[in-house]
């Protein structure tokens, strides 16, 4: 079997330019994040994860002025050497800024430059922009920051390092009581209350809603299949842009008086709507195994 080679994104470029938020942003995105790596550990972590084969996840490493023995020269003869090495795919993003907006950023946060402890910021600026103009000429991925603000970049760095099978939102679905409370996790929470209540057919009352009676009970009120359709609808519109805005997490909650029944049935229904499009739901019914209770249910609607 033919063994990929490892991606490798080493991320530089001047102070103040992103490399926090893009190092965070291919975190979320499931890559292995090591920042500030002193130059003379860089070949011996990669020659490590060539002996032991890694995890093959790719590995972005961040380096700049600040790294120990850092030296723009010996940085691209190092990495030159690793990318004959077929066992790794290398790549350098330089992240660039302009000078007034690095001094405005500096200004703003009243944070020193790293080359100017004691100067102002525009001379440690000046110092970084020629230290590193042979790794910005020699980089092979280039974004200048001036304009981005912090979630504009995070969302560029989404939009070209996300990897097929690595990182994405956890999507989880959960049924739930009302009478219990709302699950504190919820993002996005559904009430089923609007629908006729299995609870008060005694045929029905001991089933779940993953029986098929109740099911078919629950599906036969008229407002059920356009409800819950425009649900199913809304989910799938917005499902991708959690993903692309970085969401790690998203819990839909969908809840009934009791939940037992209506919730049951409409969280499995959704859930399986969602995996027919291709997402990977978990599923939890919060309290399937609670014990029932007329005063809980209210009246019977006639």
């Known amino acids: 079997m033919e063994v990929l080679p490892v991606e490798v994104l080493i991320v530089t470029g001047m102070s103040g330019a992103g490399r926090v938020t893009v190092m965070k942003a291919l975190e979320d995105l499931g890559w ?19 002996r032991e084969g890694g995890g093959r996840r790719p590995i972005a490493l961040g380096l700049g002025a600040q790294t120990r023995d850092f030296d723009p020269e010996t940085a691209i003869a190092a990495i030159d050497a690793l990318r004959a090495d077929p066992a790794f795919e290398i790549g350098v993003l330089f992240l660039d800024c302009a000078t007034h907006e690095l001094e405005r950023r500096y200004d703003e946060t009243r944070r020193r430059h790293p080359l100017a402890a004691d100067r102002p910021a525009r001379d440690g600026i000046v110092g970084e922009r020629a230290l590193l103009s042979p790794l910005r000429g020699w980089a092979n991925r280039l974004i200048d920051t001036s304009t981005l603000s912090a979630h504009d970049l995070a969302a560029r760095i989404r939009r070209d390092f996300a990897r097929d099978g690595l990182g994405g939102t956890t999507l989880s679905v959960q049924s739930f009581g009302f009478a219990r409370g709302v699950p504190t996790e919820a993002d996005l929470v559904f009430d089923m209350r609007f629908l006729r209540n299995p609870h008060w057919d005694e045929a029905l009352r001991p089933l779940t809603g993953r029986d098929p009676a109740v099911a078919a009970y629950v599906a036969a009120d008229p407002a059920y299949e356009e409800a819950v359709g425009r649900i199913e609808e809304l989910l799938l519109l917005l499902l991708p842009r959690y993903r692309a805005e970085g969401k790690a997490y998203v819990t839909i909650a969908i809840g009934c008086t009791g939940g037992k029944h209506r919730s049951v049935h409409v969280a499995e229904r959704i859930a399986k709507r969602l995996r027919d499009a291709g997402f990977s739901p978990t599923i939890a019914h919060r309290d399937l195994a609670a014990a029932p209770q007329d005063a809980l249910e209210g009246r019977p609607r006639r």
């Open 32 to 50: 292995e994040v090591v920042d500030n790596l002193p130059m003379s550990l860089l070949t011996a972590m990669l020659d490590g994860e060539r």
